[in-house]
């Protein structure tokens, strides 16, 4: 059974910072490995989409990397923002449905 | 704008009663989900429907119906069998299963009961 998890928990970073977020997964036979964020009481964003045979995925200041044999995959923000705080969420496809880590909860600090 | 409409975004309901929350898709989706979201526990799957006319249960269903009339519309229906229903509710689309393609959310429901 695929476990998703997530490393820390929550995360403060003063402005600037380049930083990286962690998800570790427990099956590496995996389809794809999608990143997203939640601002407070708002619905998901999709950022980016890895495919299995993708060894990592840019956009902007994001980038998103994936070694499936470690079972990891990483959330690189670089020159981080006020505006970059939020949930950043991984998730990946196990039996039929989209399985999530809890989530890291990220404040850059002005 | 493509994109994934819920509403009501606020919804408050009493004890006892039934209630619908909508969802509607113009991307041209096959496959649509919902997703219950509680403090600290992250997101659970209510039921998923990969086509018009089928729909499978997650791994919360109980106290929930849906519906698959149509490809853009997935509504959930919140029974009054379901004994905590106050939660953030999601909806969620992909272009075919979550194994080949990206999913998107909406913005969200929110259901209190008084």
């Known amino acids: 059974k695929q476990e998703v998890t997530q490393i820390p928990a929550a995360l403060s970073v003063p402005e600037g910072e380049n930083l990286v977020l962690n998800c570790s997964f427990t099956?590496?036979?995996?389809?794809?490995l999608q990143w997203f964020r939640q601002d407070p009481g708002k619905g998901l964003t999709s950022l980016l989409l890895?495919?299995?045979?993708?060894r990592e995925q840019t956009s902007g200041r994001l980038n998103a990397s994936l070694d499936k044999s470690s079972g990891r995959s990483t959330l690189y923000i670089a020159a981080s923002q006020p505006g970059d705080s939020a949930t950043y969420l991984c998730a990946l496809p196990g039996g039929g449905k989209l399985i999530f880590g809890q989530g890291t909860e990220l404040s850059v600090k002005p | 704008d493509g994109g994934i409409t819920q509403s009501p975004k606020y919804l408050f309901r009493k004890e006892g009663q039934n209630v619908t929350l909508s969802c509607e898709q113009n991307?041209?989706?096959?496959?649509m989900y919902w997703y219950r979201q509680d403090p600290g526990q992250g997101l659970r799957l209510i039921y998923y429907s990969q086509i018009v006319n089928d729909f499978q249960k997650g791994d919360i269903a109980e106290g929930y119906s849906v519906s698959r009339e149509k490809k853009e519309s997935f509504p959930l229906t919140v029974t009054s069998a379901q004994k905590n229903p106050t939660a953030f509710y999601l909806c969620a689309s992909s272009l075919q299963g979550p194994n080949t393609g990206e999913l998107f959310f909406g913005e969200g429901s929110r259901l209190t009961v008084l």
């Open positions: 991307l041209n989706h096959d496959a």
């Open positions: 099956d590496s036979a995996i389809y794809n």
């Open positions: 890895i495919q299995s045979s993708q």
